[in-house]
């Protein structure tokens, strides 16, 4: 099968996760705002400047191919006032540049984990990875998993994935949140993740962002239970990415 070259490559080891920052608060507001972005890995100028202004108004923000230098603490993430966590997937030669899923938050994380996908895609030879983290938030613990779905696979290996990502969801008795890039870019994907998410018990955020060089579909998503939607939209004045960032503003679910 032939290879593209590519300056990333998996890392040897696990998905190692980093603890980048510390969280300013100890407990959500009355509302939770979060962005969903997928950041190209930070190649077009001003997607840092970006992305320090969306972070300031939300609580969570959940990054897919976000970069990571040295592998440490940047003034970025110490300045921010949220906790970042990120599950370096790819890294260069030397792994003195990392990517993959970063998450965001404002109260620490009770717990976090990386999980990467069963398959590769075909022509780097490259796994994708989703992040899993939990929160405390309004007596009970709200699971938010970042997301980034696997590329030019078949639909089979598609919902391999999908199927990993619904397990934790299955699983959790508390609010869930479950956001990211998730490359549905045919039909079958799209219905096949509809689908999934609606037997999880899911429910979809109505914001779209289609693309012309993504096939003008739509491959960004926010995906929720057991709170409730207050507000929802794209960001399409940020144009430091291929992608579109998403905002959305839940509330603890009264009924």
Known sequence: MIRLRSKFLPLTEASQLKRLGDASATTFGATLKLISWNMYKAQRKGCMPDLTSLSAGVELAL??????YGGLAHPF???SGLEWIMAENLGTAHQAITTGPKTGSRVAALTSHAIRTLDHEPFTGTPKTFLQTTYPFCGERLLVLNVH???LVSTAKFARQVAQITAPVAA???PCIVAGDFNTWNAARWHLLLKAMADAGLTRVPAAAP??????QVLDHVFYRGLRLMSARPLLHVKSSDHVPLWAEFAPDDA
Do not use: Y
């Open 63 to 68: 990054l897919q191919e976000a970069v990571l």
């Open 77 to 79: 993430h110490l300045a």
């Open 149 to 151: 779905a696997i590329n």
């Open 172 to 174: 959790h008795e508390g």
């Open 211 to 216: 693309q012309w060089r993504h096939f003008n």
